[in-house]
């Protein structure tokens, strides 16, 4: 079984000197973020495009297994007719992601909170995603965030379309928790400053035996089912990234959920 556990981005001021030691040199701060979380999310390929020399120092800096998600472009996401995202999809796709190599991970592509369920628009995009880029294998998660996602025909759409349905703990929208791809994709958000690791230690206990029957084929019990099957049983790669909510508390969360997971 392979659980991925980590983070969003690894540029942050707060964590100098709670998560980066003092004086910690910043051009330096993914190599030390590498060495103690297993995945990162980049946030800001969703904000504007990168140079391919860009993508293969991130690879560079970053030891073997590691594996880095990419956001997708709001470009491709934010906008009323996502049929008509071709382009954009080609464009972010194509900026040199594949300097990545075997350190690319799932892409996620994320809509706005408003973005209501269209079935008709949303399985064009779907198709729109492509399978591979320059040779080199693409998975794709999606994340919604609008109730009217919770219908059997969204879950169907995606797992035909052997994309991920992001499972996002909020307390800001509704999660659907239905596996529809190989892998699992997990963001925690209601992180609390109150605790050190972000979340009360029993709760790390239950996100930890909640990733392992994840990643061993399982169905968790306790998360919000669209649909009542249980997904065929085969293992799956599982990323969980500590995302928003208390974001100071992030890596040590995701250090305390490494630990659970590996222990």
Known sequence: MTIRIGIGGWTYEPWRGTFYPEKWPQK???DYAAEHVTAIEINGTYYGSQKPATFASWAKAVPDGFVFSLKASRYCTNRKVLA????SIAKFTGQGIVELGDRLGPILWQFMATKKFDADDFAAFLKLLPAKQDGLALRHAIQVRHESFAVPEFVA????AGVAIVFAQSAEYPA???VTGDFVYARL???????VAGYAP?????WADKAK???AGGRPEGL??????TPAKKTRETFVFFINGAKVRAPHAAMALIERVEG
Request: glycine share 2%; hydrophobic share 35%; proline share 3%.
């Open 213 to 215: 029957i994840w990643a």
């Open 224 to 229: 919000p089912y669209v649909e009542d099957a």
């Open 84 to 87: 008509e995202a071709g382009e």
């Open 202 to 206: 029993t709760a790390l206990d239950e």
């Open 189 to 195: 958000e209601d992180a609390e400053e109150r605790y």
């Open 157 to 160: 759409m995606c797992r035909d």
């Open 28 to 30: 330096r701060e993914l």
């Open 176 to 178: 659907i928790a239905d």
